[in-house]
């Protein structure tokens, strides 16, 4: 039988031969993530979690940083599913193919994009830093940019009610 580092029990455990001392949980200081990943002009992101690091063989996770009043080129992550936590700041994200769409988020509220869908983040806010966690649905960091012209006024995704009866703010 290969030898893959674990020792596998009679009852079906896979307890490796360091008992998961260095090879279980791992904390990854926030002063020691990797910038070293693929970037988009306009943010800053770094690496916490992936293949390298760790050795994360399905997610990716790091944190994006927007700088005030800044926004990013249009780009996509080809199949991967990307999860967006706004930490603090305020996120305008734009999308489609024309980026022709735009909602906004806040602290505490989580962005889902899924593959392939054309999208730009921007910081709504002239004065804060937008600081989010970004977790990816796979070890690589797969960043397509893109050669979109932005529409100048994209339409607004918002609810419809007696208040709200065009979609209007």
Same mark, same amino acid.
């Not at 916490?48 to 080129?73: D, L, M, S």
């Not at 249009?74 to 980026?99: C, F, N, P, Q, T």
């Given at each position: @039988?290969?030898?893959d580092g674990h020792h596998h029990e009679p009852d079906g455990s896979h307890t490796p031969s360091d008992g998961w001392k260095h090879t279980g949980v791992r904390v990854i200081p926030g002063d020691q993530l990797d910038k070293n990943t693929a970037q988009t002009p306009g943010m800053n992101r770094a690496a916490a979690i992936n293949a390298a690091r760790v050795g994360a063989q399905k997610i990716w996770a790091g944190t994006v940083h927007i700088h005030p009043n800044a926004k990013t080129g249009a780009h996509h992550h080809g199949e991967l599913e +990307?999860?967006?936590y706004i930490v +603090?700041?305020?996120?305008? @994200?734009r999308w489609g193919e024309k980026l022709e769409f735009v909602a906004e988020a806040g602290p505490g509220d989580f962005i889902f994009v899924p593959p392939f869908v054309p999208h730009q983040e921007i910081n709504a806010s002239t004065d804060e830093t937008l600081r989010c966690v970004l977790v990816r649905s796979d070890n690589e960091a797969? &960043? &397509?940019n893109l050669d979109i012209e932005p529409v100048e006024k994209p339409e607004e995704v918002l609810w419809i009610d007696p208040i709200h009866k065009t979609g209007g703010v």
């Amino acid at each position: @039988m290969p030898h893959d580092g674990h020792h596998h029990e009679p009852d079906g455990s896979h307890t490796p031969s360091d008992g998961w001392k260095h090879t279980g949980v791992r904390v990854i200081p926030g002063d020691q993530l990797d910038k070293n990943t693929a970037q988009t002009p306009g943010m800053n992101r770094a690496a916490a979690i992936n293949a390298a690091r760790v050795g994360a063989q399905k997610i990716w996770a790091g944190t994006v940083h927007i700088h005030p009043n800044a926004k990013t080129g249009a780009h996509h992550h080809g199949e991967l599913e +990307s999860v967006i936590y706004i930490v +603090s700041g305020r996120a305008r @994200m734009r999308w489609g193919e024309k980026l022709e769409f735009v909602a906004e988020a806040g602290p505490g509220d989580f962005i889902f994009v899924p593959p392939f869908v054309p999208h730009q983040e921007i910081n709504a806010s002239t004065d804060e830093t937008l600081r989010c966690v970004l977790v990816r649905s796979d070890n690589e960091a797969v &960043v &397509v940019n893109l050669d979109i012209e932005p529409v100048e006024k994209p339409e607004e995704v918002l609810w419809i009610d007696p208040i709200h009866k065009t979609g209007g703010v």
